[in-house]
């Protein structure tokens, strides 16, 4: 009995083995399997809703802001933030096309294809008054949308839209793309991204900016922690409003919106929300990673400095 | 080395002979939905058993194999897009593979029950990217910000990341299970 135990014990393990290594000889990636634990079965259920008051606290306040000359921002993401109807904006925003308004457009497409294929449970019921306000705001502002208009067919012919052929945006978002495969070139395009200071730009970089030969790196560091790289990503995404001081965090604001309507978490500040988040997710550690490395982030934002980004002298 | 060798022996044998059959009964089956992707069939209301069937070395062991096949097949855009994305490879533009990456994500979402029963750790949201399967068989990494987001990942592929497949880089090779 104890034999036949210990055979099917080593019969699974090994085939699950197998089937990652199958799998990565074919992908070399066989962490895109998830490790599964049989014993792990009901250890961790699916956050569904829980109220501001479960989560955890920030640690810190944000850093105070540093005196330095603050260019104006694009208008059009101060558009986006305040927009009650998104498709007016869309419409446009199209006829920017030169001035970076075909990342905008393609941002509210996506986001309200998102948003229509979002399917409640019959039984939902909002938790809370701010749930069903985010929740009523984000479909008033994508309600005008006709159902072909948000297909993902018809994101992929705006990509193709002449007029949006020569966006700025866009046209920097693929210069990144292209030359931070290069040593040399990573530099300069990732200069010239942060130069543009674009709260929505900046978001588009965010995680493949700390991923630098198969390693998690930042400001002169290498972060072998396996919650380093969302931890990261989501400072940056934080970071991204106290560094230009933007407007970015509050009512209107997409990431808000969604962790208040999928979660309850509604959170006043995108820092608060990824405080707490990155907290709540990976433990105290993670969290303090977040709280240890936000106020650089705001600093490489804010003073466009690219050198944090460009692994020279990795420790 | 040698009971290494014996246990992969077994491991071989056990892998083709229940994964063979996992697909047919342990999960409903893959079906092509009315926007044109593939349903997994993993999604809301995953009913893990209670009872190890015949074969199986726990409960669910047909249902976890067959799970993870289909998440790599939900990888690969040939199932899990629409229209020209279905045609997106390694060569095609930013733009055309970021669209499908984030067809594909939405995709992925679907096993978010599945894999929280099993307790699994590489789920997308958790180590903050996934892999995309090009129609070329290139595959490249994608980050994602946190599972309380529905939408929208970033528009910036990992760098250095795409790997070849087992076709010349941007030709359109036919999925086994979604052509």
């Known amino acids: 009995m104890r034999l036949t135990k210990v055979k099917a014990a080593a019969a699974f393990v090994c085939s699950l083995a197998l089937f990652l290594a199958i799998y990565s000889a074919s992908k070399d990636d066989a962490e895109s399997i998830a490790r599964v634990n049989p014993t792990a079965q009901h250890s961790e259920p699916r956050a569904t809703v829980s109220s501001p008051a479960e989560l955890p606290a920030p640690v810190v306040a944000p850093p105070a802001a540093v005196p330095i000359p603050i260019k104006p921002l694009p208008s059009m993401h101060q558009q986006l933030m305040s927009a009650r109807d998104l498709r007016v904006l869309y419409l446009k925003l199209l006829q920017q096309g030169d001035e970076g308004g075909g990342l905008y457009a393609m941002n509210i497409l996506m986001r309200c294809s998102a948003a229509r294929q979002r399917q409640f449970p019959i039984t939902w019921v909002p938790q809370s008054v701010e749930q069903a306000q985010a929740k009523a705001l984000t479909e008033e502002q994508c309600a005008s949308f006709v159902g072909s208009e948000l297909s993902m067919d018809a994101v992929a012919a705006l990509a193709r839209d002449p007029r949006l052929q020569n966006d700025r945006l866009r046209s920097l978002l693929d210069t990144w793309v292209r030359e931070s495969q290069k040593t040399e070139g990573r530099s300069t395009a990732l200069s010239a991204v942060l130069q543009a200071r674009d709260p929505l730009l900046l978001e588009q970089v965010a995680g493949a900016i700390f991923s630098n030969d198969g390693k998690i790196t930042f400001d002169g560091k290498i972060y072998n922690e396996s919650y380093a790289f969302p931890v990261l990503s989501s400072a940056w995404i934080s970071a991204i409003c106290d560094g230009l001081q933007t407007q970015c965090g509050q009512l209107g604001d997409p990431y808000l919106m969604e962790a208040c309507i999928n979660q309850n978490t509604c959170a006043s500040t995108r820092y608060e929300l990824f405080a707490s988040d990155t907290e709540r997710r990976f433990g105290k550690e993670g969290g303090a990673l977040f709280q240890a490395i936000y106020p650089r982030m705001v600093e490489v934002i804010r003073n466009q400095d690219v050198s944090a980004l460009i692994p020279k002298t990795i420790n | 080395m040698k009971k290494f060798v014996k246990a992969t022996c077994v491991a071989i044998a056990v892998l083709f002979t229940l994964s063979a059959g996992a697909n047919e009964y342990s999960l409903p089956p893959v079906t092509v939905t009315g926007q044109g992707y593939y349903d997994f069939g993993v999604g809301g209301g ?134």
Do not use: H
């Open chain 2, 46 to 179: 995953y009913n893990p058993p209670q009872a190890a069937g015949g074969g199986e070395p726990f409960p669910g062991y047909f249902q976890l194999v067959a799970g993870a096949e289909r998440y790599i097949q939900a990888s690969n855009v040939r199932c899990s897009t629409t229209g020209d994305s279905r045609n997106v490879t390694s060569q095609s533009s930013v733009l055309e593979r970021w669209i499908a990456a984030e067809q594909v994500y939405r995709r992925l979402k679907q096993f978010d029950t599945f894999w929280s029963f099993w307790g699994a750790n590489n789920t997308p949201d958790k180590r903050g990217w996934f892999l995309v399967v090009y129609a070329d068989g290139y595959s490249e990494q994608w980050a994602v910000i946190s599972p309380m987001f529905s939408q929208v990942t970033p528009g910036s592929p990992m760098p250095n990341t795409m790997k070849p497949g087992s076709t010349p880089a941007g030709v359109v090779a036919p999925n086994t299970v979604c052509g």
